[in-house]
């Protein structure tokens, strides 16, 4: 089959998919946000375009004007293409820097990078510190992948053969694709005249010791504690950056570019949590406010302007498809979403008009919701259906799948009934809960109030996308100081220590929206 090219402005990134594939999971990957989960709701993911052919949706005429949409605008959550085209992607121009307030932004010649160091990708984009705007975004697996599929393993795997083999692996890697932005950045000679001014790198704390060739064993035995979580900076030249440039991008990577890798806050909580504060905003807030991300180490923070705590909850593997029995990562082919139309199971799978080759975190948290509004699971996860419930041909749910489930699940809502605890407030004194990373974009809020796992409404719910990222991009702009003063005024605790942490686990066990 002939896949058809898509052109995206302004970076000039050229992808090709196969016709009829949606432009949701290939724009998600290059870091473009959809804050309702790419849903049609709140019209915020707009692509112009350019050229080719891409006829509006239904949600586009419900959230665009006839203006907009005459104008060539579409929302590119609801977009499957059937022709090449070229198209401009709104969100990319960054003018919502200007707007986050209370950062103050002060606009100045050069190129800035920010990196989001993930345990499976790492993103980098790089902005013309001018303007704000973006000029190239690159992504890929983090290749430290082959020693350990997630932090956990990882860790083990520094621990057993030393860290350095991992140090190194990161570096260059990073390195790598900065060289490549570059090249990119390069091609376009308006912006060749004024060089990088800083990279800003963020991750969780594992990732930061790893980068920073810091001793990790720390991390793996009580109480837990990072050997030290401070900002860590660096030059290009000692990173080994500068060594074999292309001539075309020599100039723009000076030996003695300042790289930083934004300090961590406490335990597993890292700088990807940190950078998620700055970019939801919760520190400045006069009311209380949450930011969760979901994954094998789940972070929360809780707070409002002065006062801010944070954990981290060992979810294990689940959201993102380990430890289940038709488990994948959220990639083409896995089922992302099921809901119930008409009584009957719909399901989504990512890439398309395809068949599923497997269930992701967020299709099994939505199977379980389903499963409850059937009878088919009860609230203490047993499954009333035999051993296993076939979610279509070939993929079916297990009894220890929703067991897995209520595991991660229960750790994440403990470490958030203690956080509430520990400022004094309930939660209805929520006003806001984000939503950060992969999962938390991809999750289906119903799911999660229904399972318990978040507190409700869903209309507190705002899957804010990649804090991480976004993040690191307005840490360009801010002091070093306002960064290292903003982590150590949140309160790090340490949930496996605390006193009531498994009595409020197992009361979580139970699959029942969270009240109280």
């Known amino acids: 089959m002939n896949k058809l090219r898509i052109e995206i402005h302004p970076t000039g990134k050229v992808i090709y998919l196969t016709p009829g594939a949606p432009l949701k999971d290939m724009l998600f990957q290059q870091g473009v946000e959809f804050p309702c989960g790419g849903r049609g709701a709140c019209g915020k993911c707009k692509i112009k375009v350019l050229e080719g052919f891409l006829p509006p949706s239904e949600a586009d005429k419900a959230l665009l004007t006839p203006a907009e949409l005459e104008q060539g605008w579409r929302l590119a959550c609801q977009a499957y293409v059937h022709h090449p085209i070229k198209i401009e992607l709104a969100q990319w121009t960054f003018q919502f820097l ?48 082959k020693y350990g599929h997630d932090i956990i393993s990882r860790l ?33 000679s308006h912006h060749t005249s004024h060089p990088v001014s800083n990279v800003v790198l963020v991750g969780n704390t594992v990732m930061h010791h790893l980068f920073c060739g810091l001793p990790v064993d720390s991390l793996a035995v009580l109480p837990f504690e990072p050997s030290d979580p401070g900002l860590k900076t660096f030059t290009a030249r000692e990173l080994g950056w500068t060594d074999s440039l292309p001539i075309e991008v020599r100039s723009l990577l000076p030996e003695n570019t300042r790289v930083d890798f934004l300090p961590c806050i406490g335990g597993f909580v890292g700088s990807d949590i940190l950078a998620g504060v700055l970019a939801t905003n919760i520190h400045s807030k006069d009311s209380y406010n949450a930011l969760v991300d979901l994954g094998t180490n789940g972070e929360i923070v809780i707070g409002m302007h002065g006062k801010l705590v944070c954990a981290s909850a060992a979810a294990g593997p689940a959201f993102e498809g380990g430890g289940i029995s038709c488990g994948m990562r959220a990639v083409t082919g896995a089922i992302s979403a099921i809901s119930l139309q008409n009584g009957q199971i719909k399901i989504n799978v990512i890439g398309g008009d395809i068949s599923p080759r497997g269930i992701c975190g967020s299709g099994v948290l939505d199977a379980v919701a389903v499963g409850l509004r059937l009878g088919i699971i009860s609230t203490t996860g ?34 958030f009934k203690i956080l509430l605890r520990k400022l004094g407030i309930e939660v209805g004194d929520l006003t806001e809960v984000h939503l950060a990373g992969a999962f938390g974009n991809y999750i289906n809020p119903n799911s999660a109030v229904e399972t318990g796992l978040l507190p409700g409404p869903t209309s507190k719910i705002i899957q804010a996308g990649n804090t991480a990222l976004l993040g690191a991009k307005l840490a360009l702009y801010t002091p070093y100081d306002e960064l290292t003063t903003l982590a150590q005024q949140i309160q790090h605790v340490p949930l496996n220590t605390h006193p009531d942490f498994q009595d409020i686990f197992a009361e979580k066990m139970l699959l029942v929206p969270c009240t109280r």
């Open 98 to 145: 200007i707007d986050l307030s209370p950062i103050k932004i002060t606009p100045r010649p050069g190129i800035g990078i920010a990196v989001d160091v993930g345990t499976t990708t790492i993103v980098i984009q790089a902005l013309d510190l001018e303007s704000g705007t973006l000029l190239c975004t690159k992504s890929a697996l983090n290749k430290q992948a």
């Open 156 to 188: 083990d795997h520094a621990i057993k053969h030393g860290p350095a083999g991992l140090t190194q692996i990161i570096r260059n890697q990073v390195g790598t694709m900065i060289k490549e932005v570059l090249i990119e950045v390069a091609q376009r």
């Open 382 to 415: 047993q499954l009333l259906a035999g051993e296993k419930w076939e979610l279509v041909p070939g993929i079916a749910l297990t009894k220890q799948d929703i067991r897995e489930i209520q595991l991660a699940k229960a750790a994440i809502a403990a470490g």
